[in-house]
């Protein structure tokens, strides 16, 4: 008779564009994340942990003729017909509670959400299918007061992860002035919002690759189009030459801004430490400090706030001429920029920005976006910027596709994975995991006086460990501490014991000798002491504190 | 031409068997798990944070002979035919971490996780598809050391979210020892380990429900069967006599260890304080402390270690007979004890339990469970025991279904919502979430200054909004104050700004008095007072520091 076959052997593999997250990675995250968190806290914003799960009717990508979900999400069919999916983001979601709980919940509902979302996307190089979003939304309240305290909010929350004033500016558009602006130009009609769709799709391409193209390159695809370095061509919006200049005159505000935000930025950082402080508290008292609505001005700090504003919006104006969308758009920015500028919230912090675009098309209003202006260097060493962090906006219309009634809201999601490797970059992600103390076995008989030891260095809130794998080889013992990042090992044989003492090895110490150290040094063992038994807690408390002072 | 239908609405509803949480749920569980991190954290365990999905195959769900995956986890196709998963506890990845990282990791390999897992079961009440776990587990440790020290961890973790010594009991039992009492009792024979599996189930199932059935119960079950109150008949093992009397015997010594420290953590609680700590300091020193193996001593406190070990041992000896594997089993409960006693932890808190049997098939040797001995008042108002909170044990054929090697494992999972639930029960889950102050808002055309106050606060680092729904209505503001849980309303209209003052609302004392007051007290507004606006920060911070004190 045959054998019956072996069962297969699973592979041990985290699934495709999946990862797993080990020590210092968790726990540098969390730092980062109770640090944002407490500024949430701080802004009256309650957290929610809704389920990673939803039906796939409620998160909005079924396609009513198809029988299949549409692409994007995990989903699955459960057994009576209904599909669920994991949530793609944590705004689709908030939609759902604010509808589901419009009677409990208070009005305005401010809250805040981190966790895991899924994407059901080709993995590629540093693409995940699960990462980390962490977001703060307003539902329910209208005003702009609401947008601008998620800007002061979004600003207060990186600084308090360890991003600098100066390493970072929050852009502010609103895509009202944006239309205002379509609509002098010719390609957006109010009677009929769906007329030059096709060319307001490739305008508001266009502006979005400022960085990349330059002015000319934006130019060129308000126009014919552009070719690319490669030969390829790419269609523009056909705009006429007054048609692409009142965009291009739009988009220049957004350019003099940011080099007068960059050339602040610039004037603080090289200032010295003391007159740093004395240059932050400028724009609240001295000059009055809105946001930058700077252009002709040479110096910022030569301008006073009202005369800055003044140009700014008249510069705005002049563009969305007699656009009502355009003008209330202007209003709004012009409103955000007094309410930021009384809590002290200066254009080296938050600045207008007529470039900002925000890909979503659910957008109505403000919208906002957090670049760090640093440079790092990339895999090949060249300087580059870091680049955008977090980004949100106004949304009037997302909880109305469940109750049929306009709910205002608005929101910023921060990029989990991108400001903690920003941290990582600046050196700012907090302690690496520090190693436990390491209580090496030599005698297996007398396990149990080890872990007497490591009792009483636990008690004294040391992180410490008794080597708990095979004994018999010393050696595996310090290679298994070295692994573990351990400071320190203990190390008690019978002599030791009989005498009452043990021996304490500085590992750290030990590692600086063994790079550079003679055969001499190396013999007499400076790294290693011998010390009693009942010192052993405090001769390790002194050296802890030694290594890290 | 018909009109195009509407697109239909969306249901705004959590799938069933999911839930949202919200505020306080989220802020305890998170304290929660922190303080249990930080234990975690000093034993030497690092955080491991998986993926949520797996592969079927490796959560080894996978049925080889049908074409859906196994109920119970939620699991859905991929475009490339691979089945994807949703992880159904942390463990099982925890073995596809270590088999693919096997060459990196440390060994021992200790890691914590917390984090949701799912079920795809039917939904009931108070029984989710979602839920939190918390584990804690050291691969590639063969001692049982290994198995102490997740013991005395779980000791400390529970002390540390507020379980006070005296409400809790860590149980530990060894399944050698238990198949050694099998095997006396010949319903496991050593050279066939599959015969006699059905009755050896029913034995593990009656020994699972003495809490329920008390003895008496457990002995029907052994033998023919036993008949419910509702007339329904539960099939027996059809023990004989004698056979029974061997597995009664185990569980006996299991009841003498439980109503010993049951007695002395009586006793403990109705000591005066100071008394207390003397009596908890007697185990390590005076009666030296192992667990307990308590027996025929009456009084705990007059017996000495060595005597109710020896005394243990040989009950348990005597029980197991000849059989290798219970008397390997019982050297290690005997060695378990002693490191145990090493490290301070008596048998008022870690005590050997014969009756603990862990429902999970893959448990190879010692396993452990946490049960909390206080008393609270269910749904009837009936007081009964809270029962179990964690579990685990050691488990060493887990990593081999990937690598064919086996690796010794043992671990522990706390039920994250059980605890938090037993916190709540006791008042010890935490402050709860502290509403904000509410800056109200008189004067639309004043949000300016109104964001300045608030910003002032929220620079103080206090907790602050403004009120940011439609102004119009004062009293919802107040509304909206209340359902926030606020403390404090700041009140500034046009006389007010004129004057430079503002009106600071108690809202915590006007609580009270509208609770009580007469008309005169409730005109008279003790809960309201007036403030300089240079003085509202002071102010502020004077009456929340009162209302804490």
Same mark, same amino acid.
């Given at each position: 008779?045959?054998?019956?076959?072996?069962?297969?052997?699973?592979?041990?593999?985290?699934?495709?564009?999946?990862?797993?997250?080990?020590?210092?990675?968790?726990?540098?995250?969390?730092?980062?994340?109770?640090?944002?968190?407490?500024?949430?806290?701080?802004?009256?914003?309650?957290?929610?942990?809704?389920?990673?799960?939803?039906?796939?009717?409620?998160?909005?990508?079924?396609?009513?003729?198809?029988?299949?979900?549409?692409?994007?999400?995990?989903?699955?069919?459960?057994?009576?017909?209904?599909?669920?999916?994991?949530?793609?983001?944590?705004?689709?979601?908030?939609?759902?509670?604010?509808?589901?709980?419009?009677?409990?919940?208070?009005?305005?509902?401010?809250?805040?959400?981190?966790?895991?979302?899924?994407?059901?996307?080709?993995?590629?190089?540093?693409?995940?299918?699960?990462?980390?979003?962490?977001?703060?939304?307003?539902?329910?309240?209208?005003?702009?007061?609401?947008?601008?305290?998620?800007?002061?909010?979004?600003?207060?929350?990186?600084?308090?992860?360890?991003?600098?004033?100066?390493?970072?500016?929050?852009?502010?558009?609103?895509?009202?002035?944006?239309?205002?602006?379509?609509?002098?130009?010719?390609?957006?009609?109010?009677?009929?919002?769906?007329?030059?769709?096709?060319?307001?799709?490739?305008?508001?391409?266009?502006?979005?690759?400022?960085?990349?193209?330059?002015?000319?390159?934006?130019?060129?695809?308000?126009?014919?189009?552009?070719?690319?370095?490669?030969?390829?061509?790419?269609?523009?919006?056909?705009?006429?030459?007054?048609?692409?200049?009142?965009?291009?005159?739009?988009?220049?505000?957004?350019?003099?801004?940011?080099?007068?935000?960059?050339?602040?930025?610039?004037?603080?950082?090289?200032?010295?430490?003391?007159?740093? *402080?004395?240059? /932050?508290?400028?724009?609240?008292?001295?000059?009055? @400090?809105?946001? %930058?609505?700077? =252009?002709?001005? !040479?110096? +910022?700090?030569?301008?006073?706030?009202?005369?800055?504003?003044?140009?700014?919006?008249?510069?705005?104006?002049?563009?969305?001429?007699?656009?009502?969308?355009?003008?209330?758009?202007?209003?709004?920015?012009?409103?955000?920029?007094?309410?930021?500028?009384?809590?002290?919230?200066?254009?080296?912090?938050?600045?207008?920005?007529?470039?900002?675009?925000?890909?979503?098309?659910?957008?109505?209003?403000?919208?906002?976006?957090?670049?760090?202006?640093? *440079?790092?260097? /990339?895999?090949?060493?060249?300087?580059?910027?870091? @680049?955008?962090? %977090?980004?949100? =906006?106004?949304? !009037?219309? +997302?909880?109305?596709?469940?109750?049929?009634?306009?709910?205002?809201?608005?929101?910023?999601?921060?990029?989990?994975?991108?400001?903690?490797?920003?941290?990582?970059?600046?050196?700012?992600?907090?302690?690496?995991?520090?190693?436990?103390?390491?209580?090496?076995?030599?005698?297996?008989?007398?396990?149990?006086?080890?872990?007497?030891?490591?009792?009483?260095?636990?008690?004294?809130?040391?992180?410490?460990?008794?080597?708990?794998?095979?004994?018999?080889?010393?050696?595996?013992?310090?290679?298994?501490?070295?692994?573990?990042?351990?400071?320190?090992?203990?190390?008690?044989?019978?002599?030791?014991?009989?005498?009452?003492?043990?021996?304490?090895?500085?590992?750290?110490?030990?590692?600086?000798?063994?790079?550079?150290?003679?055969?001499?040094?190396?013999?007499?063992?400076?790294?290693?002491?011998?010390?009693?038994?009942?010192?052993?807690?405090?001769?390790?408390?002194?050296?802890?504190?030694?290594?890290?002072?």
């Amino acid at each position: 008779m045959a054998k019956p076959k072996k069962p297969r052997r699973p592979k041990a593999e985290t699934p495709k564009g999946f990862r797993d997250y080990f020590g210092a990675d968790v726990t540098e995250r969390k730092a980062m994340l109770d640090k944002i968190a407490e500024v949430y806290h701080r802004y009256g914003f309650d957290p929610l942990e809704s389920s990673a799960v939803e039906t796939l009717d409620a998160l909005g990508k079924y396609l009513p003729d198809v029988d299949r979900p549409n692409a994007g999400v995990f989903a699955w069919q459960e057994d009576d017909g209904d599909w669920l999916a994991l949530r793609y983001d944590l705004t689709a979601p908030l939609a759902r509670v604010a509808a589901q709980f419009r009677n409990d919940l208070p009005t305005p509902y401010r809250r805040y959400a981190m966790g895991p979302v899924w994407r059901n996307e080709k993995p590629g190089p540093g693409r995940f299918r699960q990462f980390y979003q962490c977001d703060a939304d307003t539902v329910g309240a209208a005003s702009v007061a609401a947008d601008a305290e998620i800007c002061a909010m979004l600003s207060d929350a990186l600084e308090a992860v360890g991003i600098d004033k100066g390493d970072y500016i929050v852009r502010v558009n609103n895509r009202k002035v944006l239309n205002g602006v379509m609509e002098v130009a010719g390609v957006l009609d109010p009677a009929d919002p769906d007329k030059f769709e096709h060319e307001r799709g490739i305008v508001l391409r266009a502006i979005d690759k400022l960085d990349r193209l330059g002015e000319d390159g934006v130019r060129a695809l308000l126009g014919e189009g552009r070719k690319d370095e490669s030969g390829d061509f790419t269609e523009g919006a056909k705009l006429t030459e007054a048609q692409a200049d009142v965009v291009m005159g739009f988009l220049r505000v957004g350019i003099q801004v940011n080099e007068q935000a960059k050339s602040r930025q610039f004037t603080r950082r090289h200032l010295p430490n003391g007159l740093k *402080e004395h240059f /932050d508290n400028l724009p609240k008292g001295i000059v009055g @400090g809105p946001m %930058a609505f700077v =252009g002709e001005a !040479d110096n +910022l700090l030569s301008s006073s706030a009202a005369e800055l504003g003044a140009w700014a919006a008249s510069q705005l104006r002049d563009l969305v001429k007699d656009s009502e969308i355009g003008n209330s758009g202007v209003d709004e920015l012009e409103q955000i920029s007094d309410l930021l500028a009384a809590q002290g919230y200066g254009p080296d912090r938050i600045v207008i920005d007529p470039s900002v675009v925000r890909g979503l098309g659910y957008y109505t209003g403000p919208v906002f976006e957090a670049e760090l202006t640093f *440079e790092i260097l /990339d895999e090949k060493g060249r300087p580059r910027q870091f @680049g955008s962090v %977090a980004g949100g =906006g106004r949304y !009037d219309d +997302l909880v109305k596709r469940f109750t049929g009634q306009a709910v205002p809201a608005t929101g910023v999601s921060i990029g989990v994975d991108r400001l903690l490797a920003a941290l990582r970059a600046k050196g700012r992600a907090g302690d690496s995991l520090q190693g436990p103390v390491i209580v090496t076995v030599m005698d297996r008989d007398r396990m149990a006086e080890y872990q007497a030891m490591v009792g009483e260095l636990r008690q004294a809130g040391i992180r410490a460990e008794v080597y708990l794998g095979n004994p018999k080889n010393f050696g595996n013992q310090l290679k298994y501490a070295d692994k573990r990042n351990s400071p320190i090992a203990i190390i008690q044989g019978t002599d030791e014991a009989a005498r009452g003492v043990v021996q304490i090895k500085d590992l750290v110490l030990g590692a600086r000798i063994a790079e550079s150290a003679s055969l001499e040094e190396w013999k007499s063992q400076p790294a290693q002491f011998e010390a009693a038994r009942g010192e052993m807690v405090a001769e390790v408390k002194r050296l802890l504190a030694k290594e890290e002072g």
